[in-house]
């Protein structure tokens, strides 16, 4: 059981440096060419913060463990907006831009109701996967065009001091880093919660909601924490809603490409919570334009009540 524990606790650091250093390095490459912060954090930050629940999800596809590379993509996006907004909010209120309440929360909104559509019969096949994928390539280029609607002008304010002078080599060292730890990280993960799992007799799909979903969000809980400390609320929103729609749509497509996933241990009670915490989420930023500490509270409460109706009585 100790060797198990490290395995977990070994997987979760590598996790966790490999998305600083991929999050770093494509933060860098984007802000050196002056792309606006929401931006960032809707794509670089959002896609690089995902990357754990990425090559864990692919990970488990390939191993044929369904309900784990499933389970983590549900656990984490509950995960993301009621524990990491809900603290981010708790700390310090936070401002949304109108970009993200008429297009990006709504897209969220949607991608969630898309996968309930096709999760009914518990699986994802090859062509839901590449449906997931193409909507992925459609959201992406989608952001970056409409960032480009912004003249020239405007996206210099967004340029950082001395940016250019980080060297291009440093960056995809940084990021080839970030990836080769990811990788490291989410063996050692896997390994570790499924002999956690057996151990406990826990299924399989409960330790993927669970431990290994709050495990993979570690980087978005440190990125948006620490931007919403630092008033870049663009980046600290953009971050978690940008993850949820990769997450769904890049990372269960890729994984349902390579090889069909069924998830006969995910209920429907975990994916009405996914899809009810990005309904709740809408309303509450509408309100003033500002997510406040007793919406963030009411989140994390919401969290609360989901493990409970989780966690094996």
Not at 19 to 26: H, M, P, Q, T, W
Not at 98 to 109: H, S
Not at 203 to 232: C, D, F, N, R, Y
Request: include cysteine.
């Amino acid at each position: 059981m100790i060797v198990t524990v490290l395995f977990i606790i070994g997987g979760l650091i590598l996790l966790y440096f490999g998305a600083e250093f991929l999050v770093r390095g494509g933060s860098s490459l984007a802000l050196r060419f002056g792309v606006p912060p929401l931006v960032v954090g809707l794509t670089v930050v959002a896609y690089g913060t995902s990357a754990p629940e990425c090559v864990v999800s692919i990970k488990s596809a390939l191993q044929n463990q369904g309900d784990i590379a499933i389970g983590n993509v549900i656990g984490s996006n509950i995960f993301n907006i009621a524990i990491i907004l809900g603290f981010a909010a708790l700390i310090r209120p936070l401002k949304v831009t109108l970009q993200v309440l008429r297009i990006d929360a709504p897209v969220m909104i949607g991608v969630s109701a898309l996968f309930y559509l096709f999760f009914r019969d518990n699986t994802i096949s090859f062509t839901e996967g590449l449906i997931f994928c193409a909507g992925a390539i459609l959201y992406t280029c989608s952001t970056i065009l409409l960032s480009r609607r912004e003249s020239k002008t405007d996206n210099e304010q967004y340029r950082v001091p001395g940016s250019k002078r980080i060297s291009l080599v440093f960056i995809v060292l940084m990021i080839a880093a970030g990836l080769l730890l990811l990788i490291a990280g989410a063996q050692l993960l896997i390994k570790g919660a499924i002999d956690f799992a057996r151990a406990l007799h826990i299924s399989e799909a409960v330790i993927g909601l669970t431990i290994v979903a709050a495990g993979t969000s570690l980087p978005e809980l440190a990125t948006s924490v620490v931007a919403g400390i630092k008033k870049q609320d663009d980046i600290a929103i953009g971050n978690i809603i940008g993850s949820n729609i990769f997450n769904i749509l890049f990372i269960l497509g890729c994984a349902g490409m390579i090889q069909p996933l069924a998830g006969a241990g995910i209920s429907m009670v975990d994916i009405y919570f996914m899809i009810g915490t990005a309904v709740l989420l809408l309303p509450l930023m509408w309100s003033k334009f500002v997510l406040t500490r007793w919406e963030g509270v009411l989140l994390i409460m919401i969290y609360g009540a989901y493990l409970y109706t989780l966690w094996p009585k």
